[in-house]
């Protein structure tokens, strides 16, 4: 049986750096209501909202410490009632962020958790006991740093993957368990269309908290190996399902860092009732520094070859068995068309409507990110100044000030390419000042190439990207070739174009793709009379593919 989700395209919307309404220098929910127009316009049918819950704001809104009301920044819960109703009205439906591995340390939860051993919260969340000078075990935080925090009072430590505001909520403590699906009944009575339920992968900790063995790091130990897609896990999401997400048409999203093809396809098999599709990461974390010590932290490109293979293994993975969400953009990654594409003045408006092409016509349900419509680009910040985001300055003082492993520069360089912030700078509206975001001072700065690229320049243009991403969402409503066609890539060893095709009945679609600014000569026997469905180019030169051309033929069997 089809599924509203399986031809739908999804936009995110990260509200701070949206559309401020009130000049406060960050985004809100008005402003989101104001810009729905914009939203309809680009055709999508599902929003989905980065959190906008009661939040202290030490990882933009992803400590939670009131998951029933609205972050007062952002508006209150009649605005949000108002934006679900407008919303509704255009045919777009909302998906709300779920963020239950963690809480904020401000949830009442965890403030009674700490008041003593004894009190009925504490198990609500994961306490060692322990001294100030003996840790529980040698994991590290995703945001630098040991992963415990020592309480005096209870002479515990507890536990936070995060930051040291974000404490680990027990997911073997069933009545946690039925506290989180009250809370999302709560939403999903509301009418809210589903759930991104943020960093589930993580959910099941390894009994005994064990060390990582064999640490690669300096100080501290990468845990997620030994944490993501634990034993238990399959069963909390079978419970959540049971209890909740079935009894809802909503659509359920997994963000499942560490999660393998096999995984996914426990977790998203339709028989196994767990989620309907997860964000994987594996096409996003190629290129890891070769010194373990600095994570992530790198600015090589990752080789197409590379790339290809991961989104290939992925297509052909789930295929039948489960299902992809699609993305080269989020809140927490580089923009594409400066990571995969050409941001250079000459290549990014073709380049990005590159990388739109070949996602968009895989298997899946794919997600545009705010200004990724538009070819928005990297930050390129030249200074710490300039960032926010805490895993970004987390990172420096612990590599660059404490460690001395890299220098500034380098550390700089590494930011450049792939801080979040990159994704965060507010959304480029208008040539105006501030890119039409708001009237005040914007809490990061706008990207000063605001005025060649922003959403004014682009809508009523039939050749900008915002426009070829209308073109690309229209042709997948209209075509079970391109939601349901089985995935064939060719040529997985070229390093210079990614081509595929997809099978549906007698139609196949040929997608070919340059991921270069050469021209090159690509014959999978497009020429013969088949029909150009899309292309970046205003016109075909058959076998030749020029600078980041990219184009779909319908080849009728
Ligand atoms: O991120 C989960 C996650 O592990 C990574 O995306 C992580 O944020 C980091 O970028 C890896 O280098 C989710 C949210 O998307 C992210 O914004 C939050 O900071 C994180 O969980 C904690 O809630």
Redesign the pocket.
Known sequence: MKKWWENAVIYQVYPSSFQDSDGDGIGDLEGVINRLPYIEKLGVDVIWLNPVYKSPNV?NG?DVSDYEDIQPVFGDMATFDRLLDEAHKRNIKIVMDL?VN?SSDQLDWFISSKKSKDNPYHDYYIWKNGSPDKLPNNWGS?FSGPAWTYDDKLGQYYLHL?AKE?PELNWRNKAMRQDVYKMMRWWLDKGIDGFRM??ISLLDKPVGLPDVPNPDHAKYADAQPIVADGPQLGQYLKEMNREVLSKYDGVSIG?M?GSKVDDAREYTGRDNHELDMIFQFEHVTLTPNPDKRLG?WNDERVKLTDLKASLSKWQYGLNKVGWNSLYWNN??QPRAVSRFGNDSDEYRDVSAKMLALVLHLLKGTPYIYQGEELGMTNAHNTSLAQYRDL?TLNAYKEIVVDEKLVSPEKMLRFFAEIS?DNARTPMQWDDSEKAGFTSGKPWIDVNPNYVKINAQDEVDDPHSVFSFYEKLISLRHQSDLIVYGDYEELDPEDGQAFCYKRHYGTQTLLVMSNFTDQSLIRDYGQASGNQLVISNYSDDRGTMLRPYEAKAYLIQR
Do not use: L
Request: glycine share 0%; net charge negative.
């Open positions: 990882d992803y963020v963690h995703y995060f974000q943020d960093s963000e860092i992530k809140h927490d895993e979040r």
